[in-house]
């Protein structure tokens, strides 16, 4: 049976820390499936088709990276895009949800979520500031979810210190290339316009 990671994120922008998770994962997994995706409990400052763009260049940049796949068909809600992962590889595939530890509180109000954690187990990635706590870990169990928590710590890097901070720290430089050329983000305007002064 074939094993793999299902990685969905809102990424807005993607950060070195999505980076070290899929080489984390690519090395335990035999596919790691990585897609761009609307969180509907978050608001986005960047376009989905922009965000996915970043996604698939951060992809890029990973050394010995076969068995990521980028796949642009995601959908708005988790469970449609497991359904069309099924589709790609077939229902003898043995899924595993990854998701941030900065999730876990809201994951029980997603849609349909007890239809989506009887079909694959969960894996939480602990991001600094974001505990797992054992009551949220005993709600998931209520819900039935199968979960375990990875033996890795994501780096202290985030996509909303970018945003906020302009802390370029947190980027690989394809993507630092691709916002600045796009003009995506307000921090790397006003940056580039200190600059030209």
Known sequence: MKRVAL??????PPTAGHQAILRW???????????????????????LKHRAAMLRL???????RQNIVF?????????????KAKEYWGVDTDFTLVIGSDL????????RVEDLLRQVQLLIVQRPGYAVENV???????????????????????????RKNGDTQALTPPIQA?????HLYECEDTKEKLQIR
Request: glycine share 2%.
């Open 25 to 47: 994962l690519s090395e335990r997994y035999e596919w790691v499936a990585v897609w761009a995706a609307d969180n509907p409990f978050k608001s986005h400052q960047t376009p």
């Open 178 to 182: 691709y916002i600045q050329r796009e």
């Open 136 to 162: 949220d870990l005993h709600q998931l169990r209520q819900l039935k979810a199968t979960c375990a928590i990875a033996d890795m710590t994501g780096p202290d890097v985030s996509s909303t210190a970018y």
């Open 7 to 12: 990685f969905g994120t809102s990424a807005d």
């Open 71 to 83: 796949h642009p068909e995601s959908s708005y809600r988790t469970i449609e895009t497991l359904e």
């Open 104 to 111: 876990v509180k809201q994951l029980p109000r997603w849609y």
């Open 58 to 64: 951060l992809i890029e940049d990973i050394p010995l």
